[in-house]
Nanobody, 120 residues
Framework: QVQLVESGGGWVQPGGSLRPPCPASGAIFGFISLGWSRQAPGKQRELVSVITSGSSANYADSVKGRFTISRDNAKNTVYLQMNSLKPEDTALYYC??????????????WGKGTLVTVSS
């Protein structure tokens, strides 16, 4: 069973920063991509950022220039550095891993989420 456990959320004032980590454990023999999504109350889940096994990264327009995704292979952890946070960034943030074995995709897994609240 692949497990992802996000942490590091919380309350911050507008303009503040957070860097939640998401360590992964379980039978991960390889991965296609790692990523973060978010869901605000009453809204659809939004893909925020994705990083591939080759370390190329993509960002939603709403966070481009403010958020940075990164990974630490030694710690099996993906991070989301969030700077210049805005109230509209308030959401439950989920991390994701798409796993593989050889050239075959074996699954896509999501964590349970960490809550980020941005307000004065």
């Amino acid at each position: 069973q692949v497990q992802l456990v996000e942490s590091g959320g919380g309350w911050v004032q507008p303009g503040g920063s957070l860097r939640p980590p998401c360590p992964a454990s379980g039978a991960i023999f390889g991965f296609i991509s790692l990523g973060w999504s978010r869901q605000a109350p009453g809204k659809q889940r939004e893909l925020v950022s994705v990083i591939t096994s080759g370390s190329s990264a993509n960002y939603a327009d709403s966070v481009k220039g403010r958020f940075t995704i990164s990974r630490d292979n030694a710690k099996n952890t993906v991070y989301l550095q969030m700077n210049s946070l805005k109230p509209e960034d308030t959401a439950l943030y989920y991390c994701m891993v798409q796993t593989r074995r050889g050239g075959l995709i074996t699954g896509t897994y999501w964590g349970k989420g960490t809550l980020v609240t941005v307000s004065s």
